[in-house]
């Protein structure tokens, strides 16, 4: 599919059929993720895929599913046949910005204005999004707060500096609700796009 194509036609997908994903395909988004730039190619990222019922319908109970149906949604977490924890280290980088060629002043490691491991993991996350449609399918993405990554994390036996910064699913879509947040439409790009001075 044609890049522009890609771009246009992603968007977060909350309810899909229950068809699994041929492992060619998988393979191939997985792989797309993994050529996502990482500062100083720390490489703080990686991805766990989940495919089992039984964890994917744990997964969804922990993320509040039952209480989302009750309200009228779909079954979101549930359905979807594969699921793709997006998970990122903070000590990787640490580990990484002590090394001899990035070594800040004084040999100091450099302070952390803004946390590159999870703009990293936002980088694998936009891959994963676009490599999904690529195939023919879709995704959406759900964020995680306490206690829910914890629970997760002990479902996944995720170890403890290994963040979850959110759930990716996977699947053929299926017909779903958009998000109400939509409805605030895109903000003026002249607004959000300035040219050679803010
Ligand atoms: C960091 C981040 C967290 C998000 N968390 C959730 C979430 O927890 N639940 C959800 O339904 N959508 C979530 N979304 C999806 C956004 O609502 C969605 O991207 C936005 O409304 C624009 O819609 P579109 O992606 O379909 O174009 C999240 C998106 C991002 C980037």
Redesign the pocket.
């Known amino acids: 599919m044609d890049f522009a194509q890609v771009v246009r036609r992603?968007?977060?997908?909350?309810n899909y059929r229950p068809d699994p994903i041929a492992a060619d395909k998988l393979e191939r988004i997985i792989r797309a993720a993994l050529r996502a730039p990482s500062a100083g190619f720390s490489q703080g990222q990686s991805f766990l895929v989940v495919q089992r019922e039984e964890l994917r319908r744990r997964i969804a109970e922990i993320c509040g599913e039952p209480g989302y149906v009750v309200r009228g949604f779909d079954p979101?977490l549930s359905v979807a046949p594969v699921h793709v924890v997006c998970c990122t280290s903070e000590a990787a980088y640490h580990e990484r910005y002590r090394e001899p060629d990035k070594l800040a002043s004084e040999g100091r490691e450099r302070q952390w204005p803004v946390p590159f491991w999870y703009v990293d993991a936002?980088c694998s996350?936009m891959l994963l999004?676009l490599a999904a449609v690529d195939e023919g399918l879709a995704a959406?993405?759900?964020?995680?707060s306490e206690p829910r990554t914890a629970d997760l994390k002990e479902l996944l036996g995720i170890p403890e500096e290994v963040v979850p910064?959110?759930l990716v699913t996977l699947g053929m879509p299926a017909k779903d609700r958009?998000?109400s947040?939509?409805s605030r439409g895109w903000k003026d790009r002249d607004s959000v796009i300035r040219w050679e001075r803010w």
């Open positions: 992603r968007r977060m997908v909350r979101w936002g996350l999004l959406g993405f759900l964020g995680l910064v959110g958009r998000s947040s939509l």
